[in-house]
């Protein structure tokens, strides 16, 4: 059982749950498993302002191991991740990701992909013991800061050279670490576009705004009549739309018609897309009617991209944008994203609006919960009494999870009956609250 490694690294509140004590042992204790085999750690953030002060911490932690670090600056997670992949390097992005700025996050990843659950296991082993691991003083690593982010700039631009699109479009950058990016990319490739949110002061990254808040971007949208709108979160790993009226296109939708494309293209490998279980069943419908296989998996983009790459799939990913193109990139990346999608628009000569349109929704209602102990509510018996309770009725479905990153409790219900999905969440909202004030 991992005691600090979430779905997605370590996550918690700055200076309560994550310290600068946790960035100093997770970088020393990469640099101790990995003595030999690497000799950089990179390490990059988002905009937050604790950033600078996990920056230091990391550094501090992994030179006194005998291992150089290369601080690349704000710039998106799957930025760093590219660079990880082509310099064949280890990284720490330090990114809460979605979540608002008081949270913060280390993610690790290695030649591309995040680290698997059992390198967790012996890197929190390490982390949580009371030795850390020091070199001879002539052995001490060294810190520099570089500009590799133009790497990656060049690396998406050079995929989408003769990208065309018609459209004007407004762009959500959420206060957060694409807007350092996103201008010269689409500068580049000549596409029409109008920022927003791009006022990065440390505190307000997804502040009313963003993937997040999708309904800043929606009202620009209508209000100031564009043809599109792109949103992406804080580190630029997730990416939705919003269509000429209003409405957000999810990552469900944005995965179908993309995977469409690349099965009319040939590119679509083995006929099959990953989600995870929170994907709509209308979109696993549209999928069907296409000949294309859907397998689910756990909430978490890395199980997303176990599943893809132990079934030979290239494409997958969640409803919440975070969609992994694998022969683009390895791990969710907004820009790919919006790209591949404006792309496919092209591709199609078809507005956003026509090609979702045959995507039905079952209705679908999701909850969360703050509570103070997540593990003793999802074993407390009534919670698994009354999940087998809706277990067997046709075109219904529950999901109770929790949170691999906050302290809350998510509860879905989908289903063709409107008012049943929304009475079943309020049972069990209901209960769970009543479970966690005992």
């Known amino acids: 059982m991992k005691r600090l490694f979430g779905t997605d690294g370590i996550r918690g509140i700055v200076n309560e749950e994550l310290t600068i004590e946790v960035g100093v042992r997770l970088a020393n204790s990469l640099a101790k498993i990995y003595a030999g085999r690497y000799e950089t ?5 988002d905009t937050r302002n604790s950033a600078e002060m996990f920056e230091y911490a990391i550094a501090t932690g992994a030179i006194s191991a005998g291992m150089n670090v290369e601080i690349c600056g704000v710039i998106p997670t799957p930025a760093l991740a590219h660079l990880t992949k082509e310099k064949k390097a280890i990284g720490i992005m330090i990114s809460a990701s979605h979540n608002p700025s008081i949270y913060n996050g280390l993610k690790v990843f290695c030649e591309g992909f995040k680290i698997p659950d059992e390198l967790e296991v012996d890197l929190e082993n390490l982390i949580l013991s009371k030795e850390m691991d020091y070199s001879p003083y002539g052995e001490i690593g060294k810190v520099k800061r570089s500009k590799l982010k133009n790497k990656y700039i060049d690396y998406i631009v050079d995929i989408f050279k003769g990208l065309k699109t018609k459209y004007k479009i407004a762009i959500d950058v959420g206060n957060g670490a694409s807007g350092t990016v996103v201008e010269s990319i689409f500068d580049k490739l000549e596409i029409k576009y109008d920022i927003y949110n791009n006022t990065p002061d440390g505190f307000n990254i997804n502040e009313k ?12 949208v209508k209000n100031d009549g ?23 296109i999810d990552g469900d939708k944005l995965i179908a018609i993309n995977s469409f494309k690349q099965k009319e293209q040939n590119r679509l490998k083995n006929d099959t897309v990953v989600t995870t279980v929170m994907s709509n069943l209308g979109f696993e419908e549209y999928l069907k009617k296409h000949g294309i296989k859907l397998l689910r998996t756990q909430v978490g983009d890395k199980y997303v991209l176990e599943k893809m790459l132990e079934f030979g799939a290239n494409i997958g990913g969640e409803q919440s944008g975070h969609i992994i193109f694998l022969d683009r990139s390895t791990t969710g990346d907004g820009i790919i994203t919006a790209l591949e999608t404006l792309h496919t628009l092209s591709y199609f000569d078809k507005s956003i609006e026509e090609l979702t349109s045959e995507i039905s929704d079952y209705p679908q209602l999701l909850k969360n919960v703050s509570v103070k102990d997540k593990k003793s509510i999802m074993l ?9 309770k809706y277990e067997n009725i046709e075109d219904f479905r529950v999901l109770i999870r929790p949170s691999g990153t906050e302290h809350k409790i998510r509860v879905m219900t989908e289903g063709k009956d409107q008012k049943l999905v929304n009475d079943v969440v309020d049972e069990f909202v209901e209960l769970i609250e009543r479970i966690d004030r005992e």
């Open 41 to 45: 750690l990179l390490v990059a953030s």
């Open 209 to 220: 705004c963003g993937s997040t808040v999708p309904e800043t971007l929606s009202n620009i």
């Open 226 to 248: 564009y043809d599109l709108g792109i949103l992406f979160d804080g580190d630029a790993d997730r990416c939705l739309f919003i269509n000429k009226n209003g409405n957000l």
């Open 380 to 388: 407390d018996e009534r919670i698994i009494k009354k999940i087998k």
